[in-house]
């Protein structure tokens, strides 16, 4: 090659290696993410608020809970282990997060600042009522727990605790401030994305009045002068089964009511299987619910429930093929619920008349199917009521929800016998293992929480 | 393919038309190639500079070829003469027609001193110059250890490069670890280069992910090792900071074969193999299936039987069934290779065909993986100063998988739970021809879509397929031009393409999905990479010449995946999405760009102190806006000190020594996309399998994403310094390396779990130090080496000390990934990675507050440990240990040390060698006898319904407490609740996984009498290897060398239903012309 070609080749090669592409690094599919969105709508967020609601409503808790009060049993594997009340820190690990983040408060809070920006005061009723719900909630099952800096992760990256008495006390301040911003109309809410009240502030104001009752229960314990308070919310409460608040489910992958999932889906009915005492229970009040909430084991030819922790066996009876329909929408709060935390606030308030009533309004309710309940025949319960009258309604009532450990934790009724050698149920869950290891905040694990300051002792 | 063949074509027309020219009249030249002890050499070249023409000899040292009249024309010409482990030796002779005979007598080079070693990005130096370490593993270590997937033969091959095999399966991944873990994502692989060009090695976990879906090879099993000339491991930093942020776990040089100038050269080379599994778990057959001592099994249509087999004591005339045994059979591979090599003075090729067949040890038709691979490697000498390049490969591989690990229509999670004295055949009741299961007895024809809790594993083997394949597609051009004599310009562009379908068929009554369910993945990885180097070179004197190399590295990756999932099968055949219901759909994309330049200057001064200097700056899309390049630097230092002392000649018992030393930097990018705070489109779920979609009746959902991205990461940065000697001693009879490490990574990234009250799960931090520290020795000796026999021998021994300094203020954080949430593997600062998870209350390491004991009473477990020994156990009033309600590290994956020796024996034309490896140290989980004990199916039941006391016949060692000494009851009740897996503890399931393995024996022998020419060969050489003939360990259950995801994670030892390895009996034959 001549001296030319030479320099004309070696100048190519330099002029190539060195040009560059200053685009080349910053290529559109380099730098932004192809596969996800970078904003959403307010309307986006709560359908995914209402999903994410829904699953801690429905999941662990809810499943460790109604094997706790003995309406399912634990049987094999871990929840076998739980249902002896062997407990650990990663049994309720995802639940005790799903509040604060996506889902939870992070989102919320944005929706919130839009409703606000946006003079949407409906918007922002709604999302404070699903906040204080969920806040409530967390607080029933960890008591104390972060809610004043929680999910402002740039001031505060490791929440402080906030004692459970003033989470309550700001749950219920929020209730009221969203009642305020519901009573005023003002805005145009969620719509159709409100998946469950297409949007009705109406509705909402009962939810709101119902679940703050529920709250003032809670604090029963400490002071009874909660019940009239109670007593009141529950009057401003939900007033039919219209405004009952269901779940939305939907025979479709990843819309299916969640006992379906767990138990159907992912094969574990071996896991838990009815519990003896709620069997018991119905069958020997000749309750029709009986049939209503369970089915009979393969080799058994009457629905029988385990004792907890009991290693399973086939004969052990199964949750019935309505309540394990994949399209079952769950009640999470409703009308007959609200009944039964007046006849409740009634009896603590000294009006037993009233107190009955109320029950066998609530019992003369089942007459009517409802969304999630066929027409079953309760007959009235006769005077003098008691108050165990009154919980073991509403430990039926409250089958599957995790509202009615709240209950139990506050009038130890009914009457369950904790496992074989333990002395009482547990109280409460264990802080999870994510943020035990994560937020040095976190406080030991205590016995009890502090609005159930006395356990329910063994018989 | 198609132009594959026709460039192969043109190729061979090339060769014969050079072989016609040289037929007139020529100069024939011959002789033998001797060692100094007077053996006959092998495979030595002898070539002719500048003409092209050359051979290689044959096992007798012979060698001959011809130069055609019109190029002989009595000139002088240099011939030379070499081979590895020689000193390459040259002659002046003329080239006069007729023939010339000469012969060499080569001296043995052990060190290698002289020969060119690859260094990589299109650098090379000569052995004694390194200042750091790189070993070397060549073809013919290679093809000793009749492994399939190339990473598997490096094993026990260099110190510190740790291999591990997921398991016996025909495509099973495998794992290597180069001198420790230095971070906490990915998993730990080094960089793969092929000829310069990186190519992808991931794991892609095959379709239902890691822990419950079926096997899935590591791409670089796509290389057929019969084509690998030598691989060389850069290891350390030092070695490895020419590739910038792509070589913090090191880097491991691969260099193909080519044609050699000369006599075309044939060789076919066929083995077959016999494989069988080489440990078994262990698993009682007394007690039949039940719970407490009463039967469990059931006779009527659709009846569900226990699960346990915690039954009656079984009568003597009950059979039983070897649950173990009726899964597995003898497997075998079959292995053929043809190779093509030769070339003349401008053109050189190497071609070569291969197909690998195996069929393993799990019975039933879905247990194969096949390779079918082809190579065409080719240069032509354009311009005397302008040489261009191909090479191509291409291959296509298949195989199927059988289910295993978590997945409850797998293999042996069902298999090994069954009750012993259910007889698993026929898999399909005679009547309703659905499948039954121990669980699931008397399947009426009602009961198509129900699961049968676990499956039949002769169900899920022959019924439930998972398939793979592969096409991979790896290609590259060359182009190296001299324009001056001081200057060299040497350009690659190189591409790798994989295209990868995945399909796995379940059908109707598997466990898993009893409605059935087809899954669909297609995976298309394309990587292209350009490469151009100017090395510059003078000579300033005798004592001081140098060199500068300029290079400029730009490089694109991309990555195509699509899943789709076809629920509930229409009919019951084909596993077609279009035969289901219900489809639905996911994919996910990325593209990563990157661009570096890099320099390096070297410097050799009297002949004994070898300077080296580098820097690289690297710029990644993967790297945050506010760090978007990053410069890496090197600089090493050799020094022949016996040079110094005058010892040129290497005689004497310090016949060489080097002293080296050397630092350098590498870099691991940020995952793609980690600068991106996305919102999610995703489901919430339990940790349980249900969930909710954030999309519900028809309205999208979007939620706050738990990670919060982050603009300002940078690449995480290991610094390392290395030091040591190589020594050749009593004339380089011997020879000694010695090497420490430093090793220390920053700005690790490390996800931070943030406390999930603030509202956000996890960041990207460059937060994370972790420190390796190590020592490496190898030392070989030759001490017989004369004419009719040679032996030698090696050793090589590794320690490698792990330590994490710092999480960015976390105690821990679980990475590793690759378990179930029983043992997660975790770093631990001021420990190292480890198996994290719930223990029993244990003095010293348990904290004391809050713990209840089994009754839920209080413990006091500072006054019941006083006087105790640290870990010593307590034990309640009841007599039973007590769970602890924090979890802790329970158990340490990685070895102590790792060491293999080597012998190597040649008598005349017999060959005898064996490789024997040793790991020390490194637990286990096995959790397979966790869950078979809970099951009682597993050995350690037998024994049942006895009293124990903790301390002495059970979880012995030092006990404390109220209960200590106490006799308990050890039976179902121990198994199925605080002794069980599931119940969370799992620190009774960590076992020592140390093993000695005779991991390759083999005896040779090579005919090439008269015969052997006389039916047209050179040379046939015949083989009998033996692989992993027999391991000695006091693991319990499968071979410890395993892990449930292979080299998908990068913490190793987990066991959980993993599939077992295999020992083999490898017969070879070669046929070389």
Not at chain 2, 426 to 449: A, E, G, I
Not at chain 2, 933 to 948: C, L, P
């Amino acid at each position: 090659m001549n001296r030319y070609l030479k320099a004309a080749l070696t100048a190519t090669i330099t002029v190539l290696a060195f040009a560059g592409c200053n685009d080349f690094l910053k290529c559109d599919d380099c730098i932004n993410d192809p596969n996800s969105a970078t904003s959403a709508t307010s309307n986006q967020r709560f359908v995914a608020i209402q999903a994410n609601l829904w699953q801690f409503m429905n999941g662990q808790p809810a499943r460790v809970v109604a094997m706790w009060m003995q309406q399912l049993a634990g049987t094999s594997v871990q929840f076998q282990v739980w249902d002896q009340y062997l407990l650990d820190a990663g049994m309720a690990d995802g639940e005790s997060q799903a509040v604060y983040t996506g889902g939870g408060l992070v989102d919320l809070h944005a929706i919130e600042s839009d409703a606000t920006a946006r003079g949407d005061r409906v918007y922002l009723g709604i999302a404070q009522v699903i906040e204080a719900w969920m806040m409530g909630t967390e607080a029933d099952i960890w008591g104390d727990v972060p809610y004043r800096q929680a999910a402002k992760p740039d001031s505060f990256p490791t929440p402080e605790y906030d004692p459970q008495q003033q989470v309550y006390s700001d749950v219920l301040a929020l209730f009221d401030d969203a009642i305020g911003n519901l009573e005023s109309g003002e805005g145009s809410g969620p719509g159709a994305a409100d998946l469950v009240y297409g949007g009705d502030p109406a509705k909402w104001l009962q939810l709101a009045h119902t679940l703050e009752a529920r709250i003032h229960l809670h604090l029963a314990e400490q002071d009874p002068a909660n019940y009239a308070l109670a007593l009141q919310e529950a009057n401003a409460g939900i007033s039919s089964p219209d405004a009952d608040y269901l779940t939305l489910q939907a025979d479709i992958s990843g819309q299916q009511n969640d006992w379906y999932q767990f138990m159907v889906v992912g094969l574990r009915t071996g896991l838990l299987r009815a519990g003896k005492f709620g069997v018991d229970l119905l069958t020997s009040s000749g309750d029709p619910r009986l049939t209503e909430y369970y089915q009979k084991g393969t080799t058994a030819t009457d629905i029988i429930g385990a004792e907890p922790g009991q290693a399973l066996e086939s004969w052990m009876g199964n949750l019935s093929e309505l309540r394990l329909d994949p399209a079952y929408r769950q009640p999470l709060v409703t009308w007959n619920e609200n009944l039964l935390i007046k006849a409740e606030a009634l009896f603590q308030t000294g009006n037993t008349g009233a107190a009955l009533d109320t029950l066998n309004a609530e019992r003369a309710a089942w007459g009517e199917a409802t969304e999630w309940h066929s027409a079953l025949s309760l007959s009235p319960v006769s005077a003098p009521v008691t108050l165990a009258d009154i919980m073991t309604e509403k430990y039926l009532v409250l089958f599957q929800n995790i509202e009615y450990w709240n209950d139990y934790k506050r009038t130890c009724l009914p009457a369950l016998t904790p496992a074989a050698g333990k002395a009482n149920i547990p109280g409460r869950l264990l802080y999870g293992t994510t943020e035990r290891q994560t937020n040095p905040n976190v406080p030991d694990d205590p016995a009890r929480n502090w609005n159930d300051p006395q356990p329910c002792s063994a018989e | 393919m198609k132009h594959a063949a026709l460039l192969t074509a043109v190729c061979l027309c090339t060769i014969t038309a050079a072989r016609t020219n040289a037929q007139q009249q020529r100069t024939t030249i011959t002789g033998h190639v001797t060692s100094e002890a007077g053996a006959p050499l092998a495979s030595a070249s002898v070539f002719i500079d500048g003409l092209g023409a050359g051979a290689m000899t044959q096992p007798d040292g012979h060698y001959s070829f011809t130069v055609a009249a019109d190029r002989a024309n009595g000139q002088n010409v240099t011939i030379h003469a070499r081979l590895i482990g020689y000193k390459e030796q040259s002659a002046s002779i003329a080239l006069t027609p007729g023939t010339i005979t000469h012969d060499f007598t080569l001296v043995a080079n052990p060190l290698q001193l002289g020969e060119v070693v690859v260094t990589g990005a299109g650098t090379s130096t000569t052995r004694e110059k390194l200042g750091n370490v790189i070993n070397t593993v060549s073809a013919d270590v290679i093809e000793k250890s009749n492994e399939p997937n190339v990473v598997n033969a490096l094993s026990a091959k260099a110190p510190n490069v740790y291999v591990v095999s997921q398991s016996g399966e025909p495509g099973a991944s495998s794992y290597i670890r180069i001198r420790g873990i230095k971070s906490l994502s990915g998993n730990g692989q080094p960089l793969f280069v092929v000829d310069g060009v990186p190519i992808d090695n991931s794991t892609i976990p095959g379709e239902g992910g890691n822990l419950y879906g079926a096997t899935s090879p590591n791409r670089a099993s796509d290389i057929a090792p019969q084509d690998i000339e030598s691989v060389e491991i850069l290891k350390g930093a030092a070695a490895a900071a020419i590739y910038g942020a792509r070589a913090s776990d090191g880097v491991v040089l691969i260099t193909t074969k080519s044609g050699q100038a000369g006599q075309t050269r044939y060789s076919l080379r066929s083995s077959y193999s016999f494989d069988d599994v080489n440990k078994e778990v262990p698993l009682q057959r007394e007690y039949g299936q039940g719970s407490n001592g009463n039967p469990g099994s059931c006779s009527t249509l659709d009846c569900s039987a226990s699960s346990l087999s915690w039954g009656p004591k079984l009568d003597g005339g009950t059979p039983t069934y070897d649950h173990w045994g009726e899964l597995f059979h003898t497997g075998h591979s079959f292995d053929n290779n043809l190779s093509i090599s030769g070339g003349n003075d401008r053109t050189t090729v190497y071609l070569s065909l291969g197909r690998l067949h195996q069929t393993g040890t799990i019975i039933g038709p879905n247990n194969w993986y096949t390779r079918n691979s082809a190579r065409l490697k080719a240069s032509y000498q354009l311009f005397h100063n302008l040489k261009i390049g191909g090479n191509v490969s291409f291959t296509d591989d298949r195989g199927a998988f059988a289910q295993r690990g978590g997945n409850i229509s797998g293999l042996l999670l069902g298999g090994l739970r069954t009750s012993p004295d259910f007889d698993q055949f026929p898999y399909l009741d005679p009547d309703s021809h659905l499948q039954r299961s121990y669980r699931f007895p008397h399947p009426s024809v009602t009961s198509l879509t129900r699961s049968r809790g676990y499956d039949n594993p002769l169900f899920s083997v022959y019924e439930l397929p998972s398939t793979e394949e592969t096409d991979r597609t790896i290609a590259s051009l060359d182009v190296t031009y001299d324009p001056l004599d001081w200057l060299t310009f040497k350009y690659t562009l190189g591409g790798d393409y994989i295209g990868d379908n995945r399909l796995t068929g379940i059908p109707f009554t598997a466990s898993v999905a009893p409605l059935g369910r087809v899954l669909r993945g297609q995976i298309n990885r394309l990587q292209i990479d350009h490469n151009l180097v100017a090395t510059l070179s003078h000579t300033f004197s005798s004592s001081f010449s140098g060199t500068l190399t300029l290079g400029q590295n730009l490089n694109m990756r991309r990555s195509r995946n699509a899943s789709a999932s076809g629920n509930n099968l229409i009919a019951p055949q084909p596993f077609s999405l279009n035969n289901t219901v219900t489809q639905t759909s996911g994919e996910f994309n990325s593209t990563i760009h990157t661009e570096s330049y890099f320099g390096q200057a070297t410097a050799d001064l009297f002949d004994q102190l070898y300077l080296t200097v580098a820097l690289r700056n690297d710029g990644f899309s993967t790297f945050g806006e506010s760090n978007p390049r990053a410069w890496y630097p090197k600089a090493s230092a050799a020094w022949t000190f016996t040079n110094a002392l005058g010892n040129g000649d290497h005689t004497g018992l310090l016949s060489y020594g080097k002293f080296r030393i050397a630092y350098g930097e590498t870099g691991k990018e940020p995952d793609v996309y980690s600068t991106v705070t996305t919102l999610s489109s995703g489901s919430f779920g339990t940790g349980w399998g249900d969930f909710l979609n954030s999309a519900l009746a028809g309205y999208g959902g979007l939620f706050t994403s738990g990670t919060l991205g982050n603009n300002n990461l940078k690449p995480e940065r290991q610094k390392e310094i290395e030091t040591g000697v190589d020594l050749g001693l009593f004339n380089q009879i011997a020879d000694l390396g010695i090497t420490f490490y430093n090793n220390n990574s920053s700005d690790v990234i490390l996800s931070v779990p943030r406390a999930p009250t603030s509202g956000y799960t996890s960041q990207l931090l460059n937060g994370a130090r972790i420190r390796n520290r190590g020592w490496e020795a190898t030392f070989n000796a030759r001490p017989i080496t004369n004419d009719k026999l040679t032996w030698e021998v090696g050793l090589q021994w590794a320690k490698n000390e792990l330590r994490v300094l710092d999480l960015d203020g976390a105690d821990f954080i679980n990475a590793g990934g690759g378990t179930f949430s029983d043992a997660v593997p975790a770093a631990t600062v001021g420990g190292t990675f480890a198996f994290r998870g719930y223990g029993f209350v244990r003095c010293g390491v348990s904290s004391g507050d809050n713990l209840l004991d089994n009754n839920g009473g209080t413990i006091d477990l500072a006054a019941a440990c006083a006087g105790q020994p640290n870990g010593a156990l307590f034990i309640d009033a009841s007599g039973f240990p007590v769970k602890d309600p924090v979890n802790r590290v329970v158990g340490n994956p990685n070895p102590d040390w790792t060491g293999s020796i080597h012998t190597d024996l040649r008598f005349g034309r017999w060959e005898l060698s064996a490789l024997v490896d040793r790991k020390q140290g490194g637990q286990v989980a096995n959790m397979t006898r966790g869950a078979l004990t809970y099951f009682g199916t597993h050995a350690d039941t037998r024994e049942r319904d006895v009293q124990r006391t903790f301390g002495r016949d059970i979880l012995a060692g030092a006990v404390a407490g109220p209960g200590a000494g106490t006799a308990v009851m050890i039976g179902q009740g121990w198994y199925t609740g605080l002794g069980a897996s599931y119940s969370g503890i799992v620190e009774p399931f960590l076992e020592d996984g140390s093993y000695t393995k005779l991991r390759e024996v083999a005896v040779s022998y090579t005919f090439d009498r008269p015969w052997v020419q006389s039916v047209g060969f050179a040379s046939i050489d015949l083989r009998v290897a033996g692989r992993n003939l027999h391991t000695w360990t006091d693991y319990s259950g499968v071979d410890p060398e395993t892990n449930l995801v292979g080299a998908a994670s990068l913490v190793q030892g987990y066991d959980f239903f993993n599939t077992p390895q295999t020992r083999s009996i490898v017969v070879s034959v070669g046929l070389n012309r």
